[in-house]
């Protein structure tokens, strides 16, 4: 059974960069697992802000990008603003199914 | 604008079966996949498995496999979920969400429907 990691928890001053990642015990993450992160504040539902390792929606903002850093998806935040404390998930594909990292919790 | 609308919340008794319906709008409704995904409380993001709109080709979480059954009816642009045999650890959040181009596993996303499973 493929399990994806993710940090539990981070921490990030405003103005400031982070970074997340998302692995797998699979193998390293390529660009064939079209890694997609989503961002989610209580009480709603997740909002897609990269697709495919590094790809950006039309809503999501400049600061987030996204990577493949030493065989892990990453998602990079700079110039961290208070409204992006959230938890994000990345969710990767596999021949067919998809598998969901544990998420997230970034406080800001 | 795409949006996809989710039936109102459910509860269930054990063993027994719910359908939840996505309904779509703003887009051809058979050019993207449709995936869903639940949230127990507390929980994180799980993947139930996706239908492929054009063709009614699904793929299942094996976890779910001969428990849920994804179906659309493309006259209303709508897609459903039945979970099946309900458990208590089947309440959760269910969403529908549409994927996009190649690689955009869930570009939109339904409002989430609550299911709560409960003697």
């Known amino acids: 059974q493929t399990v994806v990691t993710q940090e539990p928890s981070l921490t990030v001053s405003p103005g400031g960069t982070v970074t997340l990642t998302c692995a797998s015990n699979?193998?390293?993450?390529?660009?064939?697992?079209?890694p997609n992160w989503f961002q989610q504040k209580p009480g709603q539902p997740p909002r897609a802000v990269i697709y495919?390792?590094?790809n950006k929606h039309s809503w999501t903002p400049a600061r987030f990008s996204g990577s493949l850093l030493g065989g892990k998806a990453a998602l990079t935040l700079s110039g961290v603003q208070p409204e992006d404390e959230a938890e994000y998930y990345c969710?990767?594909?596999?021949?067919?199914?998809?598998?969901f990292g544990g998420g997230t919790k970034l406080t800001v | 604008q795409v949006q996809l609308v989710q039936s109102g919340p459910e509860m269930k008794k054990p063993g027994t079966s719910v359908k939840v319906s996505c309904k779509t709008s703003g887009y051809t409704f058979t050019t993207y996949s449709i995936t869903w995904v639940r949230q127990a409380p507390g929980q994180g993001l799980e993947w139930m498995g996706r239908i492929h709109t054009y063709s009614g080709n699904t793929n299942y979480e094996q976890k779910f496999q001969g428990r849920v059954t994804l179906t659309t009816d493309t006259s209303t642009q709508t897609a459903y979920m039945e979970l099946r045999s309900l458990k208590s650890d089947d309440t959760a959040v269910y969403y529908c969400a549409r994927e996009g181009g190649k690689g955009d596993l869930g570009s939109h996303w339904g409002q989430g429907t609550l299911v709560t499973v409960s003697s």
């Open positions: 969710l990767l594909f596999y021949d067919g199914a998809v598998v």
């Open positions: 699979a193998g390293a993450v390529t660009s064939g697992n079209y």
């Open positions: 495919s390792t590094s």
